[in-house]
């Protein structure tokens, strides 16, 4: 009995098709292998990176000590700025600035790299934000706990290191969340680019609240400059 031409194009075509989808399965899966070895061996390399930093500052500080002197660690790079108050009675010039500091909302949280300009805009709006230097700890746990992308205008949770290969892996060459982490605390060439993608850290209320938020913190308040007090601030709110 013979087959219809019909059916004989027919069952081709699915077998192309089938075969097409199978070939395309199968470089994805090569894909996704090439880039977490990837990135498991940029994680190794950060970490070589970070171990050998914490140990030649120790070694700076030992010499320092051993010939009698104090070791001045360098100025910190980025500040993490958290907005402390509302919008009520919000002069329209600091509203701007926080505006573009990208602090709409309480309790947002951002990284600001420090310069000339940046400081001078975070004086302007002290008293309705806290901000201090972050650890390298802080930066990470940040980034895993509450880390949200900027995708398409959308708020995407980093839950998988395609979201920032995705977004940041052709401009910027950052294919997974170390390398944004890495971008992020050691002030990169493209900082700008990696912080703009990472959404306002939206983070809870203080665990025992705030003391007194008219006042600032050199006088037991809650506004200005906590300097590395702000890590011990930011792990009550996450």
């Known amino acids: 009995m013979s087959v219809p031409e019909n059916i004989l194009k027919k069952q ?21 292998v090439a880039a977490r070895q990837a990135a498991a061996t940029n994680a190794a390399n950060y970490a070589k990176e ?17 010939d009698g002197n104090f070791h001045v660690e360098a100025q910190a790079k980025i500040a993490f700025v958290i907005r402390t108050r509302g919008i009520h009675k919000l002069a329209p010039k600091p509203k701007k600035i926080m505006q573009l500091l990208r602090l709409r909302q309480l309790h947002n949280g951002v990284f600001i790299k ?3 300009a940046t400081v001078n805009m975070i004086r302007m709006v002290e008293p309705y934000v806290t901000y201090g230097y ?11 706990k509450r880390g949200f992308g900027k995708v398409n205008r959308s708020r995407i949770a980093l839950n998988d290191n395609s979201v920032v290969s995705k977004t940041l892996g052709n401009d910027c060459n950052l294919n997974c969340v170390e390398d944004l982490i890495h971008e992020i605390w050691t002030v990169g060439p493209n900082f700008k680019k990696a912080n703009n993608f990472l959404w306002p850290f939206k983070l809870s209320s203080p665990l025992r609240g705030f003391a007194k938020k008219r006042h600032p913190y050199q006088q037991g308040g809650v506004w200005g400059n906590r300097e590395e007090k702000i890590n011990e ?6």
């Open 12 to 32: 081709q075509r699915d077998a192309k098709l089938l075969k097409h989808l199978a070939d395309q399965r199968a470089e994805a899966k090569k894909a996704r």
């Open 50 to 66: 970070y171990a050998d930093a914490d140990k030649a500052l120790v070694d700076a500080k030992r010499a320092a000590k051993k």
């Open 114 to 116: 420090l310069n000339r």
């Open 134 to 144: 972050p650890t390298r700890d802080t930066v990470r746990k940040l980034i895993y």
């Open 233 to 238: 601030l930011v792990s009550r709110m996450m």
